[in-house]
């Protein structure tokens, strides 16, 4: 699906700086920081593009995998909806190159915490991505 069909599949309206954002966060596998992302998009402005992160986590499209030292790392979603974020996996921050990777966890684990009453449940790992632990 391209960024325009993601967006109607939506109902969000198209707009250029929603479909650059979109664009760039699915060329890339793990998630990408804010600063990358502004500099990647410097011809928009910082408000519209704080804004649009705002709008499309809202609508489940993208979600923030990870925030340090004032800085937020986002990745796209996939099934996930407006009302609900439903993320069965973890946050990765490299040790080694800095990066942050969205990982699957395993049917077990994702069973484990189906039976347990939380709201929300974020999962974060420390240490070489598979990239640099190669
Ligand atoms: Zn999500
Ligand atoms: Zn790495
Ligand atoms: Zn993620």
Redesign the pocket.
Same mark, same amino acid.
């Given at each position: 699906m391209t960024s325009e069909e993601t967006l109607k599949e939506f109902n969000l309206r198209v707009t250029k700086i929603r479909l650059a954002v979109l664009d760039s966060l699915s060329q890339s596998v793990g +998630?990408t920081s804010y600063s990358v992302l502004q500099e990647a998009l410097d011809k928009f402005d910082r408000t519209t593009l704080y804004r649009t992160l705002l709008t499309l986590s809202d609508h489940g499209l993208i979600?923030k +995998?990870y925030e340090a030292n004032g800085e937020s790392y986002y +990745?796209r @979603?996939f099934g996930c909806t407006g009302i609900d974020h439903n $993320?069965e $996996?973890l $946050?990765l921050k490299c040790s080694k190159c800095g990066g942050v990777? @969205?990982v699957e966890i395993s049917e077990q684990l994702k069973a484990n915490l189906a039976q347990l009453p939380f709201e929300e449940v974020n999962i974060y790992a420390k240490g070489p991505c598979a990239s640099c632990a190669a």
């Amino acid at each position: 699906m391209t960024s325009e069909e993601t967006l109607k599949e939506f109902n969000l309206r198209v707009t250029k700086i929603r479909l650059a954002v979109l664009d760039s966060l699915s060329q890339s596998v793990g +998630a990408t920081s804010y600063s990358v992302l502004q500099e990647a998009l410097d011809k928009f402005d910082r408000t519209t593009l704080y804004r649009t992160l705002l709008t499309l986590s809202d609508h489940g499209l993208i979600h923030k +995998a990870y925030e340090a030292n004032g800085e937020s790392y986002y +990745a796209r @979603c996939f099934g996930c909806t407006g009302i609900d974020h439903n $993320h069965e $996996h973890l $946050h990765l921050k490299c040790s080694k190159c800095g990066g942050v990777e @969205c990982v699957e966890i395993s049917e077990q684990l994702k069973a484990n915490l189906a039976q347990l009453p939380f709201e929300e449940v974020n999962i974060y790992a420390k240490g070489p991505c598979a990239s640099c632990a190669a």
